[in-house]
């Protein structure tokens, strides 16, 4: 399944070194980039790697688990929040990035009501759990801070694997946004995948914002709490012939090439195909699937 995961956070939350060592393991890189070395995948216009923070929106494609992720990451800079709009309006679900550090900081605040307007299923992970100064009192007084100021039904699932599966205490977590689950707890019925299923359901609903932690500097968490993203988010593309697509970025090549970053929810876009637009009928003339920097062009593409 193709699926639209966006990465949003405050800066400095480690939002691209998170994105870095998502990529590494999903082996789209050999060696994790970093901020301060001017080398990540996907900050790489002259203004980013200058200045050190994300600026456009960028995307990256690579499998896990079953399915195909395009990963967009997006800019933490309050300065650049229309930039993070625009591609939030085409995520299938989003994972928010706080640092265990600073904990919610009012940038926070505002992402997670932009993912609320668009009613994109969210995840959040907290990081920077390496830290010697971030203790598990502090860990607990944060997601405290996350159910008072972004929602109350953020589930802690730290210590979540595919392996081991929810803990005792996970289960009563998830069911308690649950009364069937609940039910079925205190009568000792627990069935792991009846509840995997219903926590992609809460999700997918927005009734449910399930919580992880981990390091994205060790890489602590991370699979983990991927393996978690892609179990829990299906989407099924709209059954529709006609063709359907939302643009989010325009960039210009020094060319001249106007390149039109789009995500196609219906119908099949084809090269040479003429589409109707508000200034008149623009021709296709080349389809490119774009990760970081790199592209394959491609003689059509589908939702």
Aim: glycine share 6%; charged share 25%.
């Amino acid at each position: 399944m193709r699926k639209t995961i966006g990465i949003l956070a405050h800066v400095d939350a480690g939002k691209t070194t998170f994105s870095e060592t998502v990529l590494y393991e999903a082996g789209v890189i050999r060696k994790k980039g970093r901020v301060d070395h001017q080398d990540t995948f996907l900050d790489t216009d002259p203004m980013e790697m200058a200045r050190g923070i994300t600026i456009f929106s960028g995307q990256a494609v690579f499998p896990w688990q079953d399915d195909t992720i395009y990963w967009l990451d997006t800019p933490g800079h309050a300065d650049f929040s229309a930039e993070m709009e625009r591609a939030v309006s085409v995520m299938d679900a989003a994972i928010v990035v706080i640092s265990a550090a600073d904990g919610v900081q009012p940038h926070t605040e505002t992402v997670w009501q932009i993912l609320a307007e668009h009613r994109v299923p969210t995840f959040l992970f907290i990081n920077k759990c390496d830290r010697r100064d971030v203790t598990e009192d502090m860990l607990k007084q944060l997601l405290d801070r996350i159910r008072a100021r972004l929602s109350p039904a953020a589930a802690d699932l730290r210590g979540y694997s595919r392996s081991r599966g929810f803990s005792e205490a996970m289960q009563e977590e998830i069911a308690g946004l649950d009364e069937d689950l609940m039910a079925r707890y205190f009568d000792g019925q627990y069935d792991a995948s009846l509840w995997l299923e219903r926590l992609g359901e809460m999700l997918r609903a927005r009734v449910c914002f399930p919580v992880m932690a981990g390091s994205a500097l060790t890489g602590d968490g991370v699979r983990d709490f991927l393996d978690l993203v892609c179990s829990l988010t299906r989407f099924e593309p709209l059954c529709l012939d006609h063709l359907s697509a939302s643009i989010y970025r325009i960039r210009h090549e020094s060319s001249g090439l106007r390149l039109c970053f789009m995500k196609l929810r219906s119908g099949t876009l084809r090269v040479k195909d003429t589409i109707p637009c508000p200034g008149g009928p623009e021709k296709v003339n080349e389809i490119r699937i774009y990760s970081g920097q790199r592209y394959q062009s491609v003689q059509q593409a589908q939702p």
